[in-house]
C-alpha cells in the first residue's frame, strides 16, 4: 500500500516536472544565442556605415562637380 502512494506520488512529481521544462521549452523558442545576437547587430552596424560611407561620397562628389 506504501509503495503504491510512493509511485503516484513519483508520478505526479514527474508530470510537474515534464509541464515546467515543456512551459520552459516554449519561452525558449523565440530567443537567438548570443553568437547569433552579436552576429546581427555586427552586420547592422556594417550596414550603417557602408550607408553613410556611400552618403559622404555623393555628397563629396556632387560638392566638386558643382565647383569645378
Given at each position: 500500500m506504501n509503495s503504491n502512494?510512493?509511485?503516484?506520488?513519483?508520478?505526479?512529481r514527474l508530470?510537474?516536472?515534464?509541464?515546467?521544462l515543456d512551459r520552459l521549452g516554449e519561452s525558449q523558442q523565440g530567443k537567438r544565442s548570443p553568437g547569433v545576437r552579436f552576429l546581427i547587430g555586427f552586420g547592422i552596424t556594417i550596414a550603417i556605415i557602408s550607408v553613410l560611407l556611400l552618403s559622404l561620397g555623393v555628397i563629396q562628389f556632387v560638392s566638386n562637380v558643382s565647383n569645378g
Open positions: 502512494q510512493d509511485l503516484k506520488q513519483v508520478n505526479e508530470d510537474q516536472i515534464e509541464q515546467k
